[in-house]
């Protein structure tokens, strides 16, 4: 018997085929597609977000350094002053008196009157310190120079270079006065003491070619408030009363006080405020006014007129520039003059 075989071939496993179908991949592709979506939202978002506060920060950048300069050199303020005789009429020895050829004052801007500038407007502050410019002389670092800072409206005309040729920008300006050493008029601007029987008054000096030597520091600074002061302000109920016992109005002299206590000196602190606007802001307000060069009226009258009010009219200064959607920012300090003889407290005359 023939033995007989029989083979079984395994059958082979079938592949298993492992793939996405089609409403999977639609699927797929619509939630990346979301993804990217928000994805680019949010990196404009961030863009837009980095782009505003770099323009904000640039556009107030030039007010932030003039700021800073003008607070550097009050800093600096000195009347020098010494005790020297005072006469009577019958030029006979009464007493030693605090003297100075020196001058120091605040005064409103209007009563500069219109410069080349433009219109003036606001506080301005005019002063003597060791400040070693000179256009004759080098390295003569102790030299007194005249200072001043006061705002203007105006336009561009007379700073823009001659090769520009473009219409007028009419802006607020920031304008430092600074003559050299060599025409500081503080020693002989006075009346001619040959044609009268007083002393010499160096009264005017701060006039002296003021459009010559004054040029802009910031564009757009809409208000300049300088508020000479005796003591730090101080918290309870007489708060008003000790905002500013010598310049209650923002006004100070150093020649003419009311008070011979304050006369012939110079504040102890000055607070100094600049409120300041965008240049987007400003090139509307121009539009608005269809380049006639009319300051616009963007800082009432009845502010900054008495010390004991300072903070509630900045508060309502800010409150009106933001109702009528112009961006701004506020700068102030209390700048110490180290110049000054007063002690922390002066004697309330």
């Not at 310190?129 to 102790?142: I, K, T, V």
């Not at 020649?255 to 000055?270: A, G, K, S, Y």
């Amino acid at each position: 018997m023939t033995p007989t075989f029989s083979f079984s071939v395994p059958k082979m496993a079938k592949a298993k085929c492992n793939a996405f179908t089609l409403v999977e991949l639609l699927v797929s592709m619509s939630i990346l597609s979301v993804l990217l979506l928000l994805l680019s939202q949010l990196l404009s978002q961030v863009q837009q977000t980095w782009n505003f506060a770099e323009g904000r920060v640039s556009q107030f950048r030039e007010a932030r350094v003039a700021f800073d300069i003008i607070t550097k050199n009050l800093s600096q303020a000195s009347l020098n002053t010494y005790l020297d005789y005072d006469y009577d009429s019958n030029n006979k020895v009464k007493n030693y008196k605090r003297q100075s050829e020196l001058h120091f004052l605040t005064i409103e801007g209007k009563d500069l009157g219109r410069t080349s500038a433009g219109e003036i407007t606001g506080h301005a502050i005019f002063f003597q310190a060791p400040l070693g410019f000179s256009d004759a002389y080098r390295n003569l670092n102790n030299l007194f120079n005249a200072r001043g800072y006061y705002l203007s409206y105006g336009d561009d005309e007379r700073f823009k270079p001659s090769i520009v040729k473009s219409d007028p920008k009419y802006r607020f300006r920031l304008m430092e006065y600074r003559p050299p050493s060599e025409e500081n008029f503080i020693y002989i601007d006075g009346d001619d003491e040959r044609k009268l029987d007083r002393p010499v008054k160096y009264t005017e000096w701060f006039r002296h070619d003021i459009d010559k030597f004054s040029i802009p520091l910031a564009e757009n600074v809409i208000a300049l408030v300088i508020s000479p002061r005796d003591t730090l302000e101080e918290a309870g109920e007489n708060k008003r009363d000790t905002y500013s016992r010598i310049a209650r109005d923002y006004l100070f002299d150093s020649n003419e006080h009311t008070d011979p206590n304050f006369r012939q000196q110079i504040p102890p602190l000055v607070r100094v405020t600049m409120v300041v606007i965008d240049d987007p802001a400003a090139i509307r307000l121009e539009a608005q006014e269809s380049g006639s060069g009319q300051m616009p009226d963007l800082v009432s009258s009845s502010l900054f007129r008495e010390t004991s009010r300072f903070d509630e009219d900045v508060e309502t200064l800010k409150e009106d520039l933001s109702e009528k959607s112009i961006n701004h920012k506020v700068f102030s300090t209390m700048v110490a003059l180290r110049g000054s003889k007063w002690g922390a407290n002066v004697p309330n005359n």
